[in-house]
């Protein structure tokens, strides 16, 4: 039986190498704690109190740092256990008998400004403007690629091709949510899990938000009608690099939001079932109420309708659409 004191010890020692090696991949690549802390999207004054070893490096800075140096958190991990192995116990640095070999991970996933519309109206509904929910978008691309980059590592399947495609709409809008959060600039809070509303509002006068996710064309829904202000995400599977073929047969095995909508909505919004084979009672919003919603992210290319022209494609300038 391992020593639950000691792992502890051993985890911290680690953290302390990996620390230890930030400052000099850091310095070896000529950046400034500013620059890094950018890249990495933390603040510098936590990466100045890690590097000088008074602040312990959780599992997700790590992360975010690795990424910042284009490399896995294994290879990071990796990269700083062997630098400790190189040092003997003087601090006097030996030779290395092998390099290490720093596996690249893909370039991060990008969302345009350009897909964005309605930003006056949604800021008016939520008190946020859409430039947040392309920071959450893109928060839950780095999240899901840092994932699938160390399950491919390890020989695995990408995350979408382990879990249901009812779980990893899940997973995608906790992501999501998460992200939203974060970049509310203090606006809103996740809730506790499973909970009504996704988003708590910790500002008066804001409403609460409720988070669905769904597949393709598949109109989002939850277990109970309920009324609120929703955001809803409907996503694609297609490859790393965003291209996209329409058909079951032709899904890839990296998620992409093809279109984000927001509007209040109510009980009467909803389409309620509880069919042989569904997974409980349901409530799926109506096709018209999600067409009443406003539309505030719309990529062509991962249109999973036939046609562009219509409803959920192309549409006159002027419509909520």
Same mark, same amino acid.
Request: aromatic share 6%.
């Given at each position: ?10 985890? !911290? ?6 620390? =230890? ?8 690549? &000529? ?6 802390? $950018? ?7 936590? #990466? ?20 910042? %140096? ?7 991990? !990796? ?42 109206? %949604? ?29 491919? *590592?390890? $020989?695995?399947? /990408? ?6 495609? *009812?779980?990893? @709409? ?12 974060? *970049? @509310?600039? &203090?606006?809103?809070?996740?809730? =506790?899990?499973?909970? %009504?509303?996704?988003?708590? /509002?910790?500002?008066?006068? +804001? ?25 809803? %995400? ?8 965003? =291209? ?6 032709? =899904?890839? $095995?990296? *998620? ?8 209040? +909505? ?18 799926? #919003? ?13 990529? /062509?290319?991962?249109? /999973? ?17």
């Amino acid at each position: 039986m391992v020593d639950p004191s000691s792992q502890q010890d051993q985890d !911290a020692a680690t953290a302390r190498a990996v620390a =230890r090696a930030v400052a000099e991949l850091r310095r070896a690549e &000529g950046l400034t704690l500013d620059d890094l802390a $950018d890249r990495a999207g933390l603040h510098r004054t936590s #990466i100045g109190l890690i590097e000088r070893g008074e602040r312990l490096l959780s599992l997700t800075s790590a992360a975010m740092i690795a990424s910042a %140096f284009g490399m896995r958190l294994s290879d990071l991990i !990796a990269y700083a256990e062997r630098e400790e192995t190189l040092t003997n116990p003087t601090g006097d640095r030996q030779t290395p008998s092998g390099a290490v070999v720093i596996h690249q991970r893909t370039p991060k996933r990008m969302v345009s400004l350009s897909h964005a519309s309605n930003d006056a109206v %949604f800021r008016k509904l939520t008190g946020m403007g859409v430039d947040a929910v392309l920071s959450a978008v893109e928060s839950t691309y780095e999240t899901m690629d840092l994932i699938d980059d160390e399950l491919i *590592a390890k $020989d695995s399947p /990408p995350m979408s091709r382990l879990v249901e495609l *009812a779980n990893l @709409s899940s997973m995608i809008g906790n992501l999501l949510g998460a992200g939203l959060a974060s *970049a @509310s600039a &203090g606006a809103y809070m996740r809730n =506790r899990p499973h909970a %009504f509303p996704d988003l708590v /509002p910790l500002r008066d006068g +804001l409403p609460d938000l409720e988070l669905k996710t769904a597949l393709e064309a598949n109109r989002p829904k939850g277990h109970l009608p309920k009324a609120g202000t929703y955001i809803t %995400f409907r996503y694609v599977l297609a490859d790393r690099d965003g =291209r996209y073929r329409r058909g079951k047969e032709s =899904r890839g $095995d990296t *998620a992409w939001i093809w279109e984000v909508r927001a509007g209040s +909505l109510g009980e009467e919004d909803f389409a309620v079932s509880s069919t042989a084979g569904d997974s409980g009672k349901t409530a799926q #919003i109506r096709n018209d109420s999600l067409l009443g919603m406003m539309r505030i992210y719309y990529v /062509p290319e991962l249109l /999973p309708y036939a046609s562009r022209i219509g409803p959920y494609g192309e549409v006159p300038k002027d419509s909520l659409w």
